[in-house]
């Protein structure tokens, strides 16, 4: 990593955290039994879109439990269109909702938090910010995501997992994950 994208990561965390202490939002530890409404993101610029099948099989066995699945779609590039438009329950984010930093502005938090999520699973295994600020901003009671050093702060629930697990196998690791937190 070059000494320019080290500062901006670390202007990029100053910004956030004097942003993030503005938001306070309320956190828990739901599991996904108690939880009725769950987001998942997913950065469609670092996502295999042969794993749709297996995103679209785990959408049908939380609704099959009652539960209200958003998909938070972010796609970075200027003029993009939606792939999941076809989900009625999602929300398209493009480069347009993001500053320089990576910093989602209002707009965008404003999307995703007027769901009030019980669960926020952000998917995205690539090294940019989007997601990681997207995700720490929401008022999602509980926020899960992949473990990344330096980025404890913005998760309740952080799994490591490598890099090449099938999409699958993450989705089934997150679930036992999110089974075990029963109050």
């Known amino acids: 990593m070059s000494w320019f994208e080290r500062q901006k990561i670390k202007l990029a965390k100053f910004f956030y955290a004097r942003r993030a202490v503005k938001v306070r939002p309320r956190h828990d530890f739901v599991s996904l039994k108690q939880a009725s409404k769950v987001g998942i993101l997913i950065h469609v610029n670092y996502f295999?879109?042969?794993?749709?099948?297996?995103?679209?099989?785990?959408?049908?066995?939380?609704?099959?439990?009652?539960?209200q699945v958003y998909i938070i779609e972010l796609n970075t590039k200027n003029k993009a269109d939606s792939v999941?438009?076809?989900?009625?329950?999602?929300?398209?984010?493009?480069?347009?909702?993001?500053?320089?930093?990576?910093?989602?502005?209002?707009?965008?938090?404003?999307?995703?938090?007027?769901?009030?999520?019980?669960?926020?699973?952000?998917?995205?295994?690539?090294?940019?910010?989007?997601?990681?600020?997207?995700?720490g901003l929401s008022n999602a009671r509980m926020r899960v995501g992949f473990h990344r050093d330096g980025f404890e702060n913005y998760y309740d629930l952080m799994i490591a997992i490598a890099p090449d697990t099938p999409v699958s196998k993450t989705l089934e690791q997150i679930e036992n994950y999110l089974n075990m937190l029963q109050k």
């Open 48 to 67: 295999n879109l042969r794993y749709t099948k297996q995103i679209a099989d785990f959408i049908t066995h939380l609704e099959k439990d009652g539960k």
């Open 84 to 135: 999941f438009s076809d989900i009625k329950l999602s929300v398209f984010l493009n480069r347009k909702y993001f500053n320089w930093l990576h910093i989602p502005n209002h707009f965008a938090t404003a999307k995703v938090n007027k769901h009030h999520l019980d669960i926020l699973i952000d998917l995205d295994p690539s090294p940019e910010l989007f997601s990681r600020f997207l995700t």
